[in-house]
């Protein structure tokens, strides 16, 4: 069973999507993303700079935006029989498996990224990854500290990264490195994505998502806080409001996927992470990207 997966930020490359401009239809698509963003955020993607890929309300509609847009050129070769999407590649897999009109993807998450630049910007917070150590003892020494610190993105095993105020970081990576992590890595990122600090970006999201039409998806989507497989639109929305302050369950996502019979994942979008994190959870599964036709 082929299961497709889409990545989230941090996959983002100057050039990225370049060669599917080509593609009569996806230029179509890319020009209506243009238009809808109010800038050519297409120019920034095929020729920007690493600085201006980096800003935030551009990083995550481009990472959707090559995500979806090849997965809309694959055509009738793009059969799932299951998606799954790690934080913004959830709003790529809805569109993908059509749960989502490519309009209304592409605005919630411009919605998404402003929503999070602003919770950011209320409170300094960051990001560690944690290596080397159970998630038990992570969310134990996590649970311990009298900060806002959580797990947020069950990576692959041995690979937890902890969100949350700066403070309630640095000392959740000293007690953790004390615990016998082999890293404690702080991460370079604007702000504690997937903790109780972006209540604020949850609760704006929360509207817009509401708002929007969600149709069952051609197939089950794996989602982020709730590893089960959903058809259901209410269920899907409930979940996708969570996301911003629930944690990334990407192993236990792999894992389900495994169990229900996926044999071969695929990588829609940018770069090659997902793969690599499969692999840790399986080293059996097949994985590989999906190539832009020709």
């Not at 300094?124 to 900060?147: F, H, Y």
């Not at 058809?231 to 229900?260: C, H, S, Y």
């Not at 990588?267 to 599964?285: I, N």
């Given at each position: 069973?082929?299961?497709?997966?889409?990545?989230?930020?941090?996959?983002?490359?100057?050039?990225?999507?370049?060669?599917?401009?080509?593609?009569?239809?996806a230029r179509?698509?890319?020009?209506?993303?243009?238009?809808?963003?109010g800038?050519?955020?297409?120019?920034?993607?095929?020729?920007?700079?690493?600085?201006?890929?980096?800003?935030?309300?551009?990083?995550?509609?481009?990472?959707?935006?090559?995500?979806v847009i090849l997965?809309?050129?694959?055509?009738?070769?793009?059969?799932?029989?299951?998606?799954?999407?790690?934080?913004?590649?959830?709003?790529?897999?809805?569109?993908?498996?059509?749960?989502?009109s490519?309009?209304d993807g592409l605005?919630?998450?411009?919605?998404?990224?402003?929503?999070?630049?602003?919770?950011?910007?209320?409170?300094?917070?960051?990001?560690?990854?944690?290596?080397?150590?159970?998630?038990?003892?992570?969310?134990?020494?996590?649970?311990?500290?009298?900060e806002?610190?959580?797990?947020?993105?069950?990576?692959?095993?041995g690979?937890?990264?902890?969100?949350?105020?700066?403070?309630?970081?640095?000392?959740?990576?000293?007690?953790?490195?004390?615990?016998g992590?082999?890293?404690?890595?702080?991460?370079?990122?604007?702000?504690a994505?997937h903790?109780?600090?972006?209540?604020?970006?949850?609760?704006?999201?929360?509207?817009?998502?509401?708002?929007t039409?969600?149709?069952?998806?051609v197939?089950?989507?794996?989602?982020?806080?709730?590893p089960?497989?959903q058809?259901?639109?209410?269920?899907?929305?409930?979940?996708?409001?969570?996301?911003?302050?629930?944690?990334?369950?990407?192993?236990?996502?792999?894992?389900?996927?495994?169990?229900?019979?996926?044999?071969?994942?695929?990588?829609?979008?940018?770069g090659k992470?997902?793969?690599?994190?499969?692999k840790?959870?399986?080293?059996?599964?097949?994985?590989?990207?999906?190539?832009?036709?020709?």
């Amino acid at each position: 069973m082929k299961a497709y997966l889409f990545p989230g930020q941090g996959a983002q490359f100057s050039g990225m999507g370049k060669e599917l401009y080509e593609n009569e239809m996806a230029r179509e698509l890319f020009e209506k993303a243009n238009n809808i963003i109010g800038f050519r955020i297409s120019d920034i993607m095929f020729s920007g700079t690493e600085e201006e890929l980096k800003q935030t309300n551009v990083t995550q509609p481009a990472i959707f935006l090559h995500s979806v847009i090849l997965a809309k050129s694959l055509g009738d070769d793009f059969k799932p029989d299951m998606v799954a999407g790690h934080s913004l590649g959830e709003f790529s897999a809805l569109v993908a498996a059509s749960a989502i009109s490519f309009e209304d993807g592409l605005k919630l998450v411009i919605a998404r990224a402003n929503a999070m630049q602003k919770a950011c910007e209320l409170q300094p917070s960051t990001m560690a990854a944690i290596l080397g150590l159970a998630d038990d003892v992570v969310e134990k020494i996590c649970a311990e500290i009298d900060e806002v610190v959580v797990a947020a993105n069950y990576n692959c095993p041995g690979q937890l990264v902890i969100s949350g105020s700066i403070e309630g970081i640095d000392i959740a990576c000293a007690k953790l490195t004390e615990a016998g992590a082999k890293r404690a890595l702080k991460l370079n990122v604007g702000g504690a994505f997937h903790s109780p600090l972006m209540e604020p970006a949850r609760i704006e999201l929360k509207e817009a998502i509401e708002n929007t039409t969600i149709l069952p998806p051609v197939c089950p989507i794996y989602q982020n806080v709730d590893p089960r497989p959903q058809t259901d639109p209410e269920k899907i929305k409930f979940n996708l409001i969570t996301q911003l302050t629930g944690a990334v369950r990407w192993t236990q996502t792999v894992e389900r996927m495994l169990a229900d019979g996926a044999d071969e994942f695929i990588e829609v979008g940018p770069g090659k992470v997902l793969q690599g994190l499969v692999k840790k959870v399986s080293r059996e599964a097949q994985t590989s990207s999906a190539a832009v036709p020709v």
